[in-house]
């Protein structure tokens, strides 16, 4: 990515920098459900860290409730030192989203929608021209530029999202399964911006359920476990002796030495 889109590292390089998210006791239930149980949580700022756990662990909800998507029943977000309920203008102002099952305004163009978002988010339009020509480019979608985003394939959707998530060079990006449903050419021109967007001092926030993914992109993860945060911290700390993230994965998550082969010794069988 050029250095134009991602050129003010956070001002906390040298001193003391907050956390880039702080969330304390924070629930939320749907009905009888509870999705997320209390759970307290501290992400470092300029790190590339992985909220990871099975389907259904809660990763979606607790994003979706950071990032101000999602109203919590109790407990406190901060991103970036900012409250996100109590100033939610200036978290806004500070960080990226890019959600799962994204909506975008498809009878736009690629180019029309990062045309849009930048001038809602208050840039100068010959700015935001700029920066979009340069994502484009960097993201491969110069060429469908003009197409509007109704016929964008899935992994070319992804890529307009995070074109539009970075356009206002935020601080902390949040990404909700970046990577699901896309090709591997995509998948590997995201990751390589991403990695570009942290190496300047950004922080980028991803959830997935693919360890190896997530082991080979994250050097900070927190493993979520039906609501709740069985572990967080640096990624070789997490791991532990456990040959891989998967396997410390599975022993946190109780699912080391479940054998299906008994229950569906019919399986496979002669006809």
């Not at 003010?8 to 003391?16: F, K, N, S």
């Not at 102002?93 to 045309?115: H, N, Q």
């Not at 599975?250 to 002669?270: I, K, M, N």
Request: net charge negative; proline share 5%.
């Amino acid at each position: 990515m050029p250095d134009q889109i991602k050129d003010d590292v956070a001002g906390g390089a040298l001193g003391e920098a907050p956390p880039a998210v702080r969330v304390e006791g924070l629930w939320k239930r749907f009905g009888e459900q509870i999705a997320v149980a209390g759970i307290d949580l501290t992400l470092p700022a300029g790190r590339f860290i992985g909220l990871v756990g099975p389907n259904g662990a809660g990763k979606t909800t607790t994003l979706s409730m950071v990032t101000g998507l999602l109203r919590p029943d109790q407990g406190r977000v901060e991103v970036a030192g900012h409250d996100v309920w109590r100033d939610p203008v200036e978290v806004k102002a500070r960080i990226g989203v890019l959600p799962e099952g994204l909506r975008l305004f498809e009878r736009l163009s690629g180019r029309e929608l990062l045309a849009y978002t930048g001038r809602l988010r208050g840039l100068p339009g010959a700015e935001v021209d700029k920066r979009a020509t340069q994502l484009l480019d960097v993201l491969d979608l110069a060429g469908a530029q003009h197409k509007l985003v109704v016929d964008y394939s899935t992994g070319m959707r992804k890529k307009i999202g995070l074109a539009a998530a970075l356009l206002h060079n935020p601080d902390v990006l949040f990404l909700d399964e970046p990577f699901e449903g896309v090709d591997p050419v995509s998948a590997q021109t995201i990751r390589g911006v991403l990695e570009r967007y942290t190496a300047s001092g950004a922080t980028v926030v991803f959830s997935s359920h693919v360890m190896e993914l997530v082991e080979s992109l994250c050097d900070w993860v927190a493993v979520m476990v039906a609501g709740r945060i069985r572990a967080q911290g640096p990624l070789a700390e997490v791991r532990g002796e456990a040959p891989s993230l998967q396997s410390a994965f599975l022993e946190l998550v109780g699912a080391h030495g479940r054998d299906a082969g008994e229950s569906l010794d019919w399986l496979g069988g002669a006809r």
